[in-house]
């Protein structure tokens, strides 16, 4: 026992006090994340709209989310990721109380926009931000600090919110919008004394290696082939949310309240053991681990078909949670890895936007195939896995072979060309 508590010490040890206080801001503001879970619920039923235009309002979220994400790294390069955050948490809160006004459709749909616009432009400020204050050689385990911060707060608001929403949905709207303002006050006071004067890196900290790090994104085509594979993974994965609880309920005879169990199980799991992960694997290849993570995220639904029952689909939810856990902090400090400061935000930006695509297209590209054969559709998840594992063991084969191969293999490589973190 004495030995596990050490490891999960070394774990933790060694971040940044500032990115705990990060991690801070982001577990208070995902804790208030009521809105998004029942907003289809308050659109069909509520305002009583029906099932397709609750559909048409998602699809409003999500293309928010992509515009959201892609803004939001370039106004990080010339603003600063810091005042992106604050202003973000400031506008989404707005988004929110304006929300519970709205009783039409177009003025609904309108403000479902802006408010995703504004809060997914958080996402990839927040990213830069990380890597700003940590060295690369902590930009693993910085990164799953946060998306440990982000699923204890959707382990809390989402279920206060169900509770919430059989009285009223006003307190949805209206807590989700406090605990944005909460977060900025609490982003402001303890982030604030530490916030640099200067909105961007001076051009003597900038990176000046060249190659493939000073490239703006569009240009890189790694970057590009990397965010491909990203996309398409993307897409297996977030059949979570649309034919995953379907399949589950139709053909394994599950209830709502066990498909539930399976997704906080998945919650457990990651806080759980996450962090301790990513220190045990902490000098390995972080681009193979991100090929196996991306493969075992799209075999969990792949192995759908060969079984029945609760126990089994507990099986496939640890399969594809283990692969989550391997792949999702290697690609944001990959991100990291292969870009500059001058470049960062906007790197972020992409790689956030290409999630976000994945979000929005992933669901609706799964249903229509899903409608077609419901056993026969998740052999896809398979096909998917084994091809963009191929693909990112190319990607890192063609990392040791490029002329910029220091920059490629900085993930890889802790330390190899690193910059001291700024103590902001």
């Known amino acids: 026992m004495h030995r596990i508590l050490h490891q999960y010490r070394a774990a933790f040890s ?19 994340s009521m809105v998004m879970p029942f907003l289809s619920l308050y659109v069909s039923q509520q305002l009583e709209m029906g099932d397709v235009a609750a559909g048409l309002i998602m699809t409003f979220w999500g293309l928010g989310s992509c515009f959201g994400s892609f803004l939001g790294g370039a106004l990080a390069d010339r603003l600063g990721p810091f005042r992106v955050q604050i202003g973000s948490l400031f506008f989404n809160a707005l988004g929110f109380m304006l929300l519970s006004q709205m009783t039409s459709f177009w003025g609904l749909a309108i403000t479902v926009f802006l408010t995703s616009l504004a809060a997914d432009s958080f996402r990839p400020a927040n990213g830069a931000s990380i890597t700003m204050l940590t060295p690369p050689e902590l930009h693993k385990r910085a990164f799953a600090l946060n998306r440990l911060a982000i699923n204890l707060g959707f382990t809390v608001g989402p279920t206060v919110g169900g509770f919430l929403a059989a009285y009223s949905f ?3 709207f209206w807590i989700d919008a406090l605990t944005c303002l909460i977060a ?14 200067h909105t961007r890196a001076p051009a003597d900290e900038a990176d000046s290696n060249g190659g493939t790090a000073d490239r703006w994104p569009w240009a890189n085509g790694p970057f590009l082939f990397f965010l491909l594979l990203t996309f398409a993974t993307f897409c297996v994965f977030f059949q979570l949310i649309s ?5 589950l309920h139709k053909q394994y ?9 399976l997704f906080a199980m998945n919650t457990i799991v990651v ?13 390995r290849n972080a681009m193979r681990l991100i090929a196996w993570g991306s493969l075992l995220m799209c075999l969990g639904f792949g192995m759908l078909p060969f079984g029945f029952g609760f126990w089994y689909a507990l099986l496939t939810v640890m399969v594809w949670t283990v692969g989550e856990m391997l792949a999702m902090p290697q690609m944001l400090a990959y991100v990291a890895s292969v870009s500059s400061r001058r470049t960062r935000s906007m790197y972020m930006g992409f790689q956030t936007t290409c999630v976000a695509i994945a979000l929005m297209l992933g669901p609706l590209i799964g249903t229509m195939l899903y409608a077609q054969d419901p056993i026969g559709f998740w052999h896809w998840g398979t096909v998917v896995g084994v091809v963009v594992w191929a693909g ?18 900085a993930v890889n490589e802790p330390g190899v060309g690193s910059e001291a973190a700024p103590r902001l």
């Open 253 to 261: 005879l599950l209830s709502p309240q066990l498909i539930g169990v």
């Open 184 to 197: 900025a006050g609490v982003f402001a006071w303890l982030l604030g004394p530490h916030l640099p004067d």
């Open 271 to 283: 806080v759980a053991f996450e962090m301790i992960l990513i220190h045990w694997l902490d000098q």
């Open 14 to 32: 060694g971040l940044p006090r500032e990115i705990w206080y990060l991690s801070v801001v982001m577990l208070v503001n995902r804790a208030g």
């Open 243 to 247: 034919t995953f609880p379907l399949f």
């Open 392 to 409: 990112y063991y190319l990607l890192d084969w063609f990392g040791t072979r490029s002329p910029d191969r220091e920059l490629l293999a």
């Open 170 to 172: 006003q307190f949805l």
